[in-house]
T-cell receptor, first 115, second 115 residues
Framework: AQTVTQSQPEMSVQEAETVTLSCTYD???????LFWYKQPPSRQMILVIRQEAYKQQNATENRFSVNFQKAAKSFSLKISDSQLGDTAMYFC????????????FGTGTRLKVLA | DTGVSQNPRHKITKRGQNVTFRCDPISEHNRLYWYRQTLGQGPEFLTYFQNEAQLEKSRLLSDRFSAERPKGSFSTLEIQRTEQGDSAMYLC?????????????FGPGTRLTVT
């Protein structure tokens, strides 16, 4: 079965510091996408960053970047220069079997940025 | 692009009652998804539509649950004879149907409390 695992239920980081959230997944697919979503308290989920599995280059979006290790099936999110607004639940998501497009989510990491 | 909207945002009902939720996707998106999220967990896939066709249903979607998407526009999710275990956040998401990164755009969710 395809699974997504986030092993860090909670993390905290000082403002302006860097934090890395981990995610591992399991699939037999070769071409797929991976996503990190952010869910702020009482607000809707928004996309942070996506990675295409056939691209070796790690994706970057401003202060957010990923470390994608396809062979290890690892997809970690690095947040640089953490800001108070980064406080949220972060979910790693994987579209599962090609063609269905439904997301399989990890259990999430609750990140708190401390002033 | 006004985003995905969901109504109502909150619903409190007594056990045994029927409830219906509505989702309005982004207008040009032909795929629509329903997920359920319980406290402290990642969203779990319930069902998805491509246009008006319901293409996949999770085993989580018992006989008491039904979803429709008439004319491939808005969607409704109905729960009959609600149980306390149905208490959760129900999330709707939509995406473009062809190619791309399969990015899903999420609504704010409907929080259901069954008493």
């Amino acid at each position: 079965a395809q699974t997504v695992t986030q092993s860090q239920p909670e993390m905290s980081v000082q403002e302006a510091e860097t934090v890395t959230l981990s995610c591992t997944y399991d699939t037999s697919e070769n071409n797929y996408y991976l996503f990190w979503y952010k869910q702020p308290p009482s607000r809707q989920m928004i996309l942070v960053i996506r990675q295409e599995a056939y691209k070796q280059q790690n994706a970057t979006e401003n202060r957010f970047s990923v470390n994608f290790q396809k062979a290890a099936k690892s997809f970690s999110l690095k947040i640089s220069d953490s800001q108070l607004g980064d406080t949220a639940m972060y979910f790693c998501a994987f579209p599962g079997t090609s063609g269905t497009y439904k997301y399989i989510f990890g259990t999430g990491t609750r990140l708190k940025v401390l002033a | 692009d006004t985003g995905v909207s969901q109504n109502p945002r909150h619903k409190i009902t007594k056990r045994g009652q029927n409830v219906t939720f509505r989702c309005d996707p982004i207008s040009e998106h032909n795929r629509l998804y329903w997920y359920r999220q319980t406290l402290g967990q990642g969203p779990e896939f319930l069902t998805y539509f491509q246009n008006e066709a319901q293409l996949e249903k999770s085993r989580l979607l018992s006989d008491r649950f039904s979803a429709e998407r008439p004319k491939g526009s808005f969607s409704t999710l109905e729960i009959q004879r609600t149980e306390q275990g149905d208490s959760a956040m129900y999330l709707c998401a939509s995406s473009r149907g062809t190619g791309g990164s399969y990015e899903q755009y999420f609504g704010p969710g409907t929080r259901l409390t069954v008493t």
